[in-house]
């Protein structure tokens, strides 16, 4: 409800201003009155609001640097790879005051005067919270000091502990989980979190872990894969059987996709567990222009080609389909292709950060970008009211359904019915045929994955990434595929033929011409056939003085970066503890061959 929302919102200004992120730094009881805290339920409602951490709409940009998105920025994966990364430069991350801020929680929470059934509830969200925290700590560094209540001053054992075993950490993250999920009311406010949210929560992690003990020799934690690939495959089928959520198909699979991500009523969305909703600018999802591809990051052609065509077939089974024109690309293709990324003859309205203006979509071609724009979580209307009350969907039915069909087939359980309750759905809401067990292998996928031979499962994971494509999975999905080396291909971009003249928008009339790097761009600029001026871009390879680097020269497909480097396996699967840390307390030892 909106005073729920606001509630956040002025919270977070006042009391998260009290938590120091230094490594356990011991933060005084007082400075949020702890001895006149605690007592009612609005104080315990107060304090949980302000543990609220979701992600708003700069989650659309959070694939850029995976083999989704290319990227301009920096980004710790692309650092680690193109240089020498060590303890002394990848210091991010290793941030406490959180965990603080939860423990804190749980040692006071009960001195409220409420139900036992209500603390058990609070309880269950501050361990739910917990679990997030440390989850994210596990996925990050694998081994982690483990605390579940606060240090105090002068606590030298806390605070030169050493590393806890992931699978100690592990169990305790999913100790908290099922109390959270046995405890937490299931009817609460929209936006906040209910029974139904932590499931949600405890069954992605519980892939999350399945699929990496699974994939990851390493750990040498094969062995219990297994326990927490079918936690996931239980819990997801759990919110399937008995939540209220369903998949939003109106029949209309040109728009039902999109409108999870340009919505200012996701409350109304069966489909939503849980949404960051936007209210007036008091609480809203962060919403900017800029997602559309201008800055920075771009939609790559490596996930484009991943999307089927409209028949079910591959993409890929087609002759010379890596040298497709841009219209081409989009012809007779999956209904969700054309709902992510911008297509030929789109005609934009929200042209605040397009210097070409509104009208007819004519690629912005730029040095370092892919030519490719993204639809997805970009609202192409001028309504400044509309763009201040876009809501974000944290957590879709969709995934829930995906993470069950990953599991069951990373179990062997996997058959028609399974498939029909699950990844045919979201197929039946794009309007694509559906997937059967009689599937045959796409080379190019298995390519991608070598140590999957099931085809099935192959093609799960090209649902999930078409699904969830630009909401910011991918790198984690590559992380416990322990398919990493993808990163190093660099992305490519749009592909052209040649020099000379190209249509881009799909009207068989010329838009764009392409000149050689020794020709310059006319003062006056010719007309097309529509009367409007092409758009000149002169091109070449990298190192030259030109607009666009294709990679033959004169043709080929865009380039976005030099250089992607080299994803030393199995160290950048994980993180170093920053070498400020280590000096601090020796203990702290590293793994996987970080200094």
């Not at 992600?55 to 994966?77: F, Q």
Request: a negative charge; charged letters at 20%; one cysteine or more.
């Amino acid at each position: 409800m909106k005073n729920f929302k606001i509630l956040i919102a002025l919270f977070l200004i006042g009391l998260v201003t009290a938590c120091n992120d230094n490594f356990l730094d011991v933060v005084p009881e007082t400075s949020i009155g702890v001895e006149n805290f605690f007592n009612t339920e609005e104080d315990l409602n107060i304090y949980v609001n302000s543990l609220y951490n979701f992600p708003g709409s700069g989650i659309y940009y959070a694939d850029g640097g995976t083999d989704n998105a290319a990227t301009t920025g920096n980004t710790e994966i692309k650092t680690m790879m193109v240089s020498t990364a060590s303890s002394s430069t990848i210091t991010s991350g290793w941030n406490w005051g959180t965990l603080r801020s939860i423990n804190l929680f749980l040692e006071n929470f009960d001195k409220a005067n409420i139900s036992q059934e209500k603390l058990n509830h609070f309880e269950g969200l501050g361990r739910f919270f917990r679990a997030q925290f440390y989850y994210d700590k596990v996925k990050r560094y694998s081994d982690v000091p483990y605390y579940d209540y606060v240090i105090e001053t002068g606590d030298t054992e806390a605070l030169n502990k050493s590393r806890d075993s992931r699978e100690m950490v592990v169990d305790k993250v999913f100790e908290d989980y099922q109390f959270a999920i046995e405890n937490i009311f299931e009817n609460q406010p929209d936006g906040a979190v209910n029974r139904w949210v932590a499931k949600a929560f405890m069954a992605r992690n519980a892939l999350h872990e399945g699929t990496f003990r699974k994939y990851h020799s390493e750990l040498n934690l094969t062995a219990s894969a297994d326990k927490y690939l079918k936690l996931a495959r239980d819990i997801a089928k759990d919110i399937m059987d008995n939540g209220p959520f369903s998949i939003k198909n109106t029949g209309n699979s040109a728009t039902d996709y999109s409108s999870l991500f340009n919505s200012t009523d996701l409350e109304s969305n069966p489909e939503v567990i849980l949404g960051v909703y936007s209210l007036d600018q008091v609480k809203n999802s962060g919403w900017s222009e800029t997602v559309f591809g201008n800055y920075e990051t771009s939609p790559a052609k490596d996930l484009l080609q991943s999307y089927l065509m409209a028949d079910g077939s591959y993409y890929s089974n087609q002759a010379n389909y890596d040298e497709f024109s841009f219209v081409q690309e989009f012809q007779n293709r999956d209904p969700r292709l054309s709902q992510t990324y911008a297509y030929p003859g789109f005609v934009l309205v929200n042209s605040r950060t397009y210097s070409q203006g509104a009208g007819m979509y004519v690629q912005q071609l730029a040095k370092n970008f892919s030519g490719y724009h993204q639809l997805k979580g970009f609202v192409n209307v001028t309504d400044q009211a509309t763009i201040n009350n876009l809501d974000f969907p944290v957590l879709r039915f969709a995934e829930t359904l995906l993470i069950y069909a990953e599991a069951k087939a990373e179990l062997n359980e996997m058959n028609q019915a399974v498939l029909n309750e699950s990844i045919n759905l979201l197929r039946d809401r794009a309007g694509m045929p559906a997937l059967t067990m009689g599937v045959t292998v796409d080379p190019v996928l298995q390519a991608k994955y070598p140590t999957v031979s099931d085809p099935v499962l192959l093609e799960i994971r090209r649902e999930r990434r078409v699904e969830l494509a630009l909401e910011g999975y991918r790198f984690d999905d590559l992380m416990r595929w322990k398919a990493g080396k993808l990163l190093e291909e660099e992305p490519k971009g749009l592909y052209f033929s040649g020099l000379g003249r190209h249509d881009v928008t799909g009207d068989g009339i010329e838009d764009i011409i392409l000149l050689d790097a020794s020709a310059s761009i006319p003062d006056t600029k010719e007309r097309n056939a529509l009367d409007v001026p092409f758009a000149y871009y002169r091109v070449g390879s990298f190192g030259e003085n030109v607009g666009v680097f294709l990679s033959d020269g004169n043709s080929g497909h865009i380039l976005t970066v030099i250089e992607r480097g080299t994803f030393d396996d199995p160290k950048f699967y994980y993180r170093p503890v920053p070498a400020a840390q280590v000096a601090l307390n020796p203990n702290l030892t590293q793994i996987f061959g970080w200094n």
